[in-house]
Nanobody, 121 residues
């Protein structure tokens, strides 16, 4: 059983930055792509970005491109989401997930519990 635990969420003013972390259990972390998704109140869960198994390839939603950066440290079984120039519309619960490469949630089989990010105007 794989467990994913996110951390680093919180309250930040618009224009600020946060760094989310997602720590994974088990020995297969480096064998899978990782993704970040978010869900705002009353909205569907949406893809934020993803990173390949080795970390050399990343993909981002247009809404965060140029502001968010995904990285991973396979030695630490951890994936990161660096968020800069945050906007109020970035407010959501952020989830990390493990799976195949893709932008849809069905491509991912294990999910963390989520961490709240709130951006004040």
């Amino acid at each position: 059983q794989v467990q994913l635990v996110e951390s680093g969420g919180g309250l930040v003013q618009a224009g600020g930055s946060l760094r989310l972390s997602c720590a994974a259990s088990g020995r297969t972390f480096s064998m899978y792509a990782m993704g970040w998704f978010r869900q705002a109140p009353g909205k569907e869960r949406e893809f934020v970005g993803g990173i390949s198994r080795g970390g050399s390839i990343t993909s981002y939603a247009d809404s965060v491109k140029g502001r968010f950066t995904i990285s991973r440290d396979n030695a630490k079984n951890t994936v990161y989401l660096e968020m800069n120039s945050l906007k109020p519309e970035d407010t959501a619960v952020y989830y990390c997930a493990r799976g195949r490469w893709g932008t849809v949630s069905t491509e991912y089989d294990y999910w963390g519990q989520g961490t709240q990010v709130t951006v004040s105007a």
